[in-house]
C-alpha cells in the first residue's frame, strides 16, 4: 500500500478563510460574495503568503490573497497592485488614473454593487 504525503505549508494554520468552504469561491457574477471574500483577505494576516502561493502554482479559481481569478491573472501578467483610497483593500489598475477598487467606483457613482 502506498502512503500520499501531503505538505501543506505552515501559514494555511492562519487562513482567516480556513474552515470557510465555498465562500472564498463566489459564483461568476455573485459581485455581493466576491466583496465578503475580499473583506476576509483584508483581515487575514497569511493574505500576502496566500497570494504568493496562488501565483506561484497558478490557481485563478476563487479568491486568495485578496484578489479574484482575473485579477491575479493580470498580476501573474505584470500588472501592479494598488490600494483602494477608499476602502483600503487591494485592486488591479485597469485603467489609467484609477484610484478606487470596482465596487468603491460603482457606490460613488450610486450603483450598488
Do not use: Y
Not at 47 to 58: I, N, P, Q, T, Y
Amino acid at each position: 500500500m502506498n502512503t500520499v504525503v501531503i505538505s501543506v505549508p505552515r501559514w494555511h494554520r492562519f487562513a482567516r478563510c480556513d474552515g470557510l468552504g465555498d465562500a472564498m469561491f463566489p459564483a461568476k457574477g455573485d459581485r455581493a460574495g466576491e466583496i465578503a471574500a475580499k473583506r476576509e483577505c483584508r483581515r487575514c494576516v497569511v493574505a500576502a503568503d496566500c497570494l504568493r502561493d496562488a501565483l506561484e502554482v497558478g490557481d485563478f479559481e476563487g479568491v486568495r490573497g485578496g484578489f479574484n481569478g482575473p485579477e491575479r491573472r493580470r498580476l501573474a501578467a505584470g500588472a501592479q497592485p494598488r490600494n483602494c483610497e477608499r476602502c483600503q483593500g487591494w485592486f488591479v489598475v485597469q485603467w489609467p488614473g484609477q484610484i478606487r477598487c470596482r465596487g468603491c467606483s460603482a457606490r460613488v457613482a450610486g450603483r450598488q454593487p
